[in-house]
């Protein structure tokens, strides 16, 4: 069975930099949608941005909007998630997620509930 694996995370100081990669395994990227979602102690899990199989379609949430940047490598098979300019509130969880459906990246990145696939997620701390 494919799977999900997160990696990059770490303790950053405010106004840093940090790129996770969400490793797939088993299967090719070409017809997947690819999410980046994150969740903080006592919040709900929201999403922070995705991109479409081709690569052209991405979304991202007001908040990380200009200071992040999602990506793919077909040939590594590995999806990004540019972190820069890094504030304490990007403190989380962040987890990568996978669905076959266009729907979960159009528009806007949909709720966690409409993606079917997740990895384990890579803890990203932000604090001077």
């Known amino acids: 069975q494919w799977q999900l694996v997160e990696s990059g995370g770490g303790l950053v100081q405010p106004g840093g930099s940090l790129r996770l990669s969400c490793a797939v395994s088993e299967i090719t990227l070409d017809y997947l949608n690819f999410g980046w979602f994150r969740q903080a102690p006592g919040k709900e899990r929201e999403g922070v941005s995705c991109i479409g199989p081709g690569g052209d379609r991405t979304k991202y949430a007001d908040s990380v909007k200009g200071r992040f940047s999602i990506s793919k490598d077909n040939a590594k098979n590995t999806i990004y998630l540019q972190m820069n300019n890094l504030k304490p509130e990007d403190t989380a969880t962040y987890y990568c997620?996978?669905?076959?459906?266009?729907?979960?990246?159009?528009?806007?990145?949909?709720?966690?509930?409409?993606?079917?696939?997740w990895g384990q997620g890579t803890q990203v701390t932000v604090s001077s």
């Open positions: 997620a996978a669905d076959y459906s266009v729907s979960v990246c159009s528009g806007y990145v949909r709720a966690s509930r409409e993606w079917n696939y």
